[in-house]
């Protein structure tokens, strides 16, 4: 584990990594990475490397867990071995069985679930390399890779943390932000529908500073979120490319 510093916050109002209190990780989205799975997605988000493969709609296994009026969506977020600093089990731990369901559940609004009645959609997000923030990254990867499988869906999901560091109000926290800060408030949105389907805070904040990480936070959903439109149409216009070739 890396050590407390001294400050998370310099002089001059700048973050460990040098960035102002509202500024971004830079980001690095590409849609269809995987070719065995009907929809992919990769994001980079700082020192944050994230893969979602996403199947389906396929055949309900074991039968009996298929539902008569909607799909079964199911999650499983997984943190590489070797994506931490100390080796992390392979088993899944407690916290990434929660992951799984606050993913899942921070997706499932935007999805037409009733539209696929007895089949089953599988999301697998699988994080190589961790440095704080990987839900709210895996969550905007994951909401691309059911884009790219044809999934229909309302509108985009997109996530994005805010909390506080030192005194300071901050956005996309990094690993150590994350540990020594005061809190994280990670938030997943519908950007076009503007509804929040995830709102979750570690630490403490007054009244006051919590609705300004929420707004922080919703504010580089926003940013992200025309990163994901380009992403998309990339892989379109290559695909276009292709088949032109
Ligand atoms: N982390 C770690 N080992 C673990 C789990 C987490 O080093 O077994 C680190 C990792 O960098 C992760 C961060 O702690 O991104 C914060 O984890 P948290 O549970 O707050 O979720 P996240 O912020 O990644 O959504």
Same mark, same amino acid.
């Given at each position: ?14 973050r /460990? ?13 590409? +849609? ?16 944050n490397?994230? /893969? ?15 539902? #008569?009026?909607?799909? +079964? ?11 931490v ?5 392979p088993a899944?731990? =407690? ?13 499932e609004?935007?999805?037409? +679930?009733?539209?696929?009645? =007895?089949?089953? +959609? ?23 890779? @059911?884009?790219?499988a ?20 901050v956005l ?13 408030? #990670? ?5 076009? @529908? ?21 707004? @922080?936070?919703i ?21 276009k ?5």
């Amino acid at each position: 584990m890396t050590d407390k510093p001294e400050k998370l916050i310099d002089k001059k109002g700048l973050r /460990l990594d040098g960035r102002k209190p509202d500024e971004l990780r830079p980001i690095k989205i590409e +849609v269809g990475v995987i070719s065995n799975a009907d929809g992919s997605a990769y994001i980079e988000q700082g020192k944050n490397k994230v /893969l979602a493969g996403v199947y389906g709609p396929r055949e309900v296994h074991p039968k009996h867990l298929a539902l #008569p009026d909607r799909m +079964v969506l199911k999650c499983r977020y997984h943190m590489a071995p070797f994506s931490v600093q100390e080796r992390k089990s392979p088993a899944p731990s =407690r916290r990434e069985i929660e992951l799984s369901k606050v993913i899942r559940e921070s997706l499932e609004p935007a999805i037409f +679930v009733e539209y696929y009645p =007895r089949t089953m +959609v599988d999301i697998f997000v699988e994080v190589l390399q961790a440095d704080g923030g990987t839900r709210c990254a895996s969550i905007t990867a994951a909401a691309l890779a @059911l884009a790219d499988a044809g999934i229909p869906m309302r509108d985009i999901v997109v996530a994005c943390a805010a909390g506080k560091a030192g005194d300071t109000i901050v956005l996309d926290l990094m690993d150590e932000e994350d540990k020594y800060g005061t809190a994280d408030v #990670p938030v997943a949105l519908m950007p076009n @529908l503007n509804a929040v389907t995830l709102l979750q805070m570690d630490g403490i904040l007054s009244y006051d500073e919590f609705e300004s990480a929420v707004n @922080l936070a919703i504010e580089g959903c926003k940013k992200i979120y025309t990163m994901q439109k380009e992403a998309i149409r990339r892989k379109y216009a290559s695909a276009k490319e292709e088949g032109e070739e």
